[in-house]
């Protein structure tokens, strides 16, 4: 049973993936407190739905009302980090805490060329063949337990252009002061791209702090599930009462 001032987390999946990366802390967190994982545009279950920042914003906001508790703690990784910053700068009421997980790095200037040229590639190499390279990755990486949910989920490579063409060049540190609620900024000790901006993104916000997961990657909360999981636990259970 969740507690009375628990806040109530909404997760944000990343690029091509679904709400099904979340598993694991779902799992793991919902006795504690009221949790939710969304689709974002153009994946999972809205698949068909074309993708924007603008329809995101309103799936994560939809999320956060349908708990009925007030402003949630959002935690967004890597595109749904940049989904959750813009939600953050457009619904502040909404907002008690925001976790960025592989999403401290600025998406403007000479960083963001090699992904415009992977999103230009990916349409040219036919969805299924990319949809068993995922799979084979994934079952060789990590245990069914963490991935199953997500391989059941397909992926959403027709959407990746569209969500990065309008994500790259949009998001650097300056994000952060539309921030009202306190940050955290955790990532993967190895994921030395998304988190190249780190340090800048923590100095923009008075409130935000950087946590390392040891040894882990870009795909920290599949690397090393717990430690993710308690890293998040704790940040929530610090969050002021009311925002």
């Not at 790095?105 to 960083?111: L, M, Q």
């Not at 799979?135 to 199953?148: A, G, I, N, S, T």
């Amino acid at each position: 049973m969740t507690a009375a001032g628990a806040p109530p987390i909404v997760f944000v999946h990343g690029t091509r993936f679904s709400a099904g990366q979340w598993s694991p802390q779902l799992a793991a967190l919902r006795e504690d407190f009221p949790v939710a994982a969304v689709d974002l545009p153009g994946h999972g279950v809205r698949s068909a739905q074309p993708w924007s920042l603008d329809a995101a914003t309103e799936i994560i906001a939809s999320a956060v009302d349908g708990f009925e508790r007030g402003p949630a703690l959002v935690v967004g990784h890597s595109l749904g980090g940049y989904a959750s910053l813009e939600f953050a700068r457009r619904c502040p009421e909404r907002l008690r805490g925001l976790v960025l997980a592989g999403a401290s790095a600025s998406t403007r200037g000479p960083w963001a060329t090699p992904y415009r040229w992977v999103a230009g590639l990916v349409p040219r190499i036919p969805a299924n063949r990319l949809a068993r390279w995922n799979d084979r990755l994934l079952r060789r990486l990590y245990p069914p337990e963490v991935v199953e949910a997500t391989i059941r989920s397909g992926y959403a490579f027709h959407t990746l252009p569209a969500a990065w063409g309008e994500v790259l060049g949009r998001f650097d540190a300056g994000a952060m002061r539309h921030v009202a609620a306190p940050v955290l900024l955790l990532n993967g000790e190895k994921d030395t791209v998304f988190r190249s901006g780190e340090p800048d993104f923590a100095r923009a916000h008075p409130h935000a702090r950087v946590e390392l997961i040891p040894r882990a990657g870009h795909l920290a909360n599949f690397d090393a599930p717990d430690a993710f999981t308690d890293a998040v636990r704790r940040f929530a259970l610090q969050l002021p009462v009311g925002g």
